[in-house]
T-cell receptor, first 116, second 117 residues
Framework: AQKVTQAQTEISVVEKEDVTLDCVYETRDTTYYLFWYKQPPSGELVFLIRRNSFDEQNEISGRYSWNFQKSTSSFNFTITASQVVDSAVYFCALRFTTSGTYKYIFGTGTRLKVLA | GAGVSQSPSNKVTEKGKDVELRCDPISGHTALYWYRQRLGQGLEFLIYFQGNSAPDKSGLPSDRFSAERTGESVSTLTIQRTQQEDSAVYLC???????????????FGPGTRLTVL
């Protein structure tokens, strides 16, 4: 089965704290892609990162970092020194191929509230 | 504009009416997706268009839902005889993906918020 689990429904932190959003996935495919999207209160989904299944290097982009571990089927997202503007719903997604077409499965999202 | 656009941004309709939602993908993007997002929930895949191939309609919840795409441009999602449970935000995304391509990133539009009274 193909599945994405974001067990944390909502997280509240105080500004400047670090926070990690968890994503666990299931797939039978050997080649797949994982994504993180941000959905701010305005509603529009914003692409953050794409990672393919053959690249387990962790990535850092400013205050954002991602930890991909195939051994635990996880693709966790950490925000360092969180800011109020980071408040949003964050979605993890899995792209796999079935019958020659791409399919995406999204997690249910984690709502992050950063308090001033 | 450079992004995916959707219209209308908001639509309020009465139960039983038909509605049509429009998506303009990013120019040159061959793949187009429709998703539904109910309040406080994740994204639910509806339909996927890839170039001139037959669309993947496996996510459409009932035969009241249909979608069309003209070539690699505009797409319309039609909901017939709307029901209250159809109330949601309908999101469109496009990507450059071609069959056999190893990379694909979806870029989302702002969505259409549909309210069925």
């Amino acid at each position: 089965a193909q599945k994405v689990t974001q067990a944390q429904t909502e997280i509240s932190v105080v500004e400047k704290e670090d926070v990690t959003l968890d994503c666990v996935y299931e797939t039978r495919d050997t080649t797949y892609y994982l994504f993180w999207y941000k959905q701010p209160p305005s509603g529009e989904l914003v692409f953050l990162i794409r990672r393919n299944s053959f690249d387990e290097q962790n990535e850092i982009s400013g205050r954002y970092s991602w930890n991909f571990q195939k051994s635990t089927s996880s693709f966790n997202f950490t925000i360092t020194a969180s800011q109020v503007v980071d408040s949003a719903v964050y979605f993890c997604a899995l792209r796999f191929t079935t019958s020659g077409t791409y399919k995406y499965i999204f997690g249910t999202g984690t709502r992050l509230k950063v308090l001033a | 504009g450079a992004g995916v656009s959707q219209s209308p941004s908001n639509k309020v309709t009465e139960k039983g009416k038909d509605v049509e939602l429009r998506c303009d993908p990013i120019s040159g993007h061959t793949a187009l997706y429709w998703y539904r997002q109910r309040l406080g929930q994740g994204l639910e895949f509806l339909i996927y268009f890839q170039g001139n191939s037959a669309p993947d309609k496996s996510g459409l919840p009932s035969d009241r839902f249909s979608a069309e795409r003209t070539g690699e441009s505009v797409s319309t999602l039609t909901i017939q005889r709307t029901q209250q449970e159809d109330s949601a935000v309908y999101l469109c995304a496009s990507s450059l993906a071609r069959r056999g391509s190893s990379t694909d990133t979806q870029y989302f539009g702002p969505g259409t918020r549909l309210t069925v009274l």
